[in-house]
């Protein structure tokens, strides 16, 4: 088992910076690959950003590369996303989410964490 918390969200203006946090919690984590998602309203839910926790691998979506950033803390078991030059369309609920496979499809991600919402005003 493994248990997801993310914290961070918020309101921010356009161009402005949001790091959200998912904090991880539970046995064997070295073996998942973690990643974030989003879901805007009446949107289905999106790949953002993946890492792996032992070699640090990352993959992030086009439409964010260049301003977001994913990382992870392992010694405080914490996954991060660092959100730069926001925009509105960024809008969405923040999902982290843990898979014991190499994927950006979210149907495969076993365990999740409850959302964060990020809101980008113009």
């Known amino acids: 088992q493994v248990q997801l918390v993310e914290s961070g969200g918020g309101l921010v203006q356009a161009g402005g910076s949001l790091r959200v946090s998912c904090a991880v919690s539970g046995r064997a984590l070295s073996r998942y690959r973690m990643g974030w998602f989003r879901q805007a309203q009446g949107k289905e839910r999106e790949f953002v950003a993946r890492i792996t926790w032992t070699t640090g691998w990352t993959d992030i979506v086009d439409s964010v590369k260049g301003r977001f950033t994913i990382s992870r803390d392992n010694a405080k078991n914490i996954m991060y996303l660092q959100m730069n030059n926001l925009e509105p369309e960024d809008t969405a609920v923040y999902y982290c989410?843990?898979?014991?496979?190499?994927?950006?499809?979210?149907?495969?991600?076993?365990?999740w964490g409850q959302g964060t919402q990020v809101t980008v005003s113009s």
């Open positions: 989410a843990a898979s014991s496979t190499t994927t950006r499809d979210p149907n495969v991600y076993e365990y």
